[in-house]
């Protein structure tokens, strides 16, 4: 199975902070690389999938970036709403595997 | 843009069997891979399986911890898919999410998840 591993596990920032938030996969997935935000209580959203590309809806301040086996996710300006968990995901092999989540939370 | 919409969950005893339903509107489901994804109390996302569409023959990937356990089914007609859960044990205790399968790109198609149901809780214990 492809391993994903996030870092920082979790996160405190700022209304206004640029974040970044990584991923490094067990072996190469290409592009077959997404993310997701999750609130609590709700069900995922999808940000960003093949690696760069933003879901329709969500705000430009998203970002992701990278290839091979180490990705990243970027917010430009935290906004109040951006307070959540998130994950990767790969669907490059069966079975679909997620990293473990960054939690980000409020300073 | 689509809605999925899960139910059937609830308490159940450990070896006990569940099926799960996930109705879905707003789009074609025929044409869809559509996957079960759960999240145990407190943790993170475990992607539990995959059925493919018709054009795909409605073959179904399982993750290891439930393979041979569980079975996915779907009836394009009613646009509903399903989860079978048997031999239910301790640790499949989570809510599960059934969850629209997207696929992009032109030359290479890369895959994701972009309508997600809000859940249903399966709960197994004695």
């Known amino acids: 199975d492809i391993q994903m591993t996030q870092s920082p596990s979790s996160l405190s920032a700022s209304v206004g902070d640029r974040v970044t938030i990584s991923c490094r996969a067990s072996q190469t997935i290409t592009k077959y690389l997404n993310w997701y935000q999750q609130k609590p209580g709700t069900a995922p959203r999808l940000l960003i999938y093949s690696v760069s590309s933003l879901q329709s809806g969500v705000p430009s301040r998203f970002s992701g970036s990278g290839s091979g086996t180490d990705f990243t996710l970027t917010i430009s300006s935290l906004q109040p709403e951006d307070f959540a968990t998130y994950y990767c995901q790969q669907t490059y092999l069966i079975p679909i595997t997620f990293g473990q989540g960054t939690r980000l939370e409020i300073k | 843009e689509g809605q999925l919409v899960e139910s059937g969950g609830g308490l159940i005893q450990p070896g006990g069997s569940l099926r799960l339903s996930c109705a879905a509107s707003g789009f074609t489901f025929s044409d869809h891979y559509m996957d079960w994804v759960r999240q145990a109390p407190g943790k993170g996302l475990e992607w539990v399986g995959r059925?493919?569409?018709?054009?795909?023959?409605?073959?179904?990937d399982y993750a290891a911890s439930v393979k041979g356990r569980f079975t996915i089914s779907r009836d394009d007609s009613k646009n509903f898919l399903y989860l079978q859960m048997n031999s239910l044990k301790i640790e499949d205790t989570a809510v599960y999410y059934c969850a629209r399968g997207f696929w992009s790109g032109y030359h290479t198609f890369y895959y994701s998840m972009d309508v997600w149901g809000k859940g249903t809780t399966v709960t197994v214990s004695s």
């Open positions: 059925s493919r569409n018709k054009a795909n023959t409605y073959t179904a």
